[in-house]
């Protein structure tokens, strides 16, 4: 009698014994989830971190490597115009030898002219395009006669202003300077023979002009042609 009326009670506490490991179990299978899911979360912000650290590394790799191949085309740039202005530079240095080769001819013409008296019967005032062919060839064509003394000087004078000309192109092209830019006789000096700007040998006055225009005297007939 006494088993039968424990029987009961028996199932009774087996059965709050039973639930009571059920939930327990529950409660630590509730914890390894919350556990499992904070580490999911933090594996996955590590991913984001990782994501965003390489998209970051290649987008820096890009605009560096963009950088570098802008570097190098500047670089290949500044090579060419270099290399040119060399070219130009010694073009121009050509040019201001041959015109001062012709001015200390003419000069030299003049000297001899002024030590001596004019030769009887001389032609009257040259043209113009007599003075240009005779400023291209210092020196005394076969055949023909001397010039005078007005004819020598206008020659002088029109290879001095060749060779401010070509001063004022050198000096531009090392200094960088535009077209319309203007320059003193200081400036000049150091692209000429002895760094002396040359004299008109009648006298005149020279006007340098900007870089694009030729020097000018203003003696008439002293002037370059065109």
């Not at 904070?38 to 594996?43: M, P, R, T, V």
């Amino acid at each position: 009698m006494k088993l039968k009326s424990l029987l009961p009670w028996l199932c009774v506490l087996g059965l709050i014994i039973g639930l009571a490991w059920l939930y327990a179990a529950s409660q630590k299978m509730e914890a390894e989830l919350a556990a499992l899911r904070q580490e999911s979360q933090e594996l996955q912000a590590l991913r984001a971190e990782v994501e965003e650290a390489k998209t970051n590394r290649t987008q820096s790799e890009s605009t560096e490597l963009t950088r570098l191949r802008k570097d190098n085309e500047e670089l290949l740039r500044l090579r060419n115009e270099v290399r040119q202005l060399r070219g130009d530079k010694q073009q121009l240095a050509t040019q201001v030898q041959t015109a001062q080769a012709q001015a200390q001819g003419a000069q030299e013409q003049v000297q001899a002219l002024r030590a001596a008296p004019p030769p009887p019967g001389a032609p009257g005032q040259p043209t113009a395009a007599a003075l240009a062919a005779l400023a291209a060839r210092p020196g005394q064509p076969p055949g023909q006669p001397p010039p005078t003394a007005e004819q020598a000087q206008a020659i002088g004078c029109i290879n001095n202003l060749r060779m401010i000309d070509g001063a004022k192109q050198q000096w531009a092209l090392e200094k960088q300077k535009p077209a319309g830019a203007l320059m003193t006789a200081a400036d000049l000096a150091p692209y000429l023979r002895s760094n002396t700007v040359p004299v008109c040998p009648a006298g005149g006055v020279y006007t340098f002009n900007p870089v694009a225009l030729m020097p000018i005297c203003n003696i008439p007939g002293h002037a370059v042609p065109r």
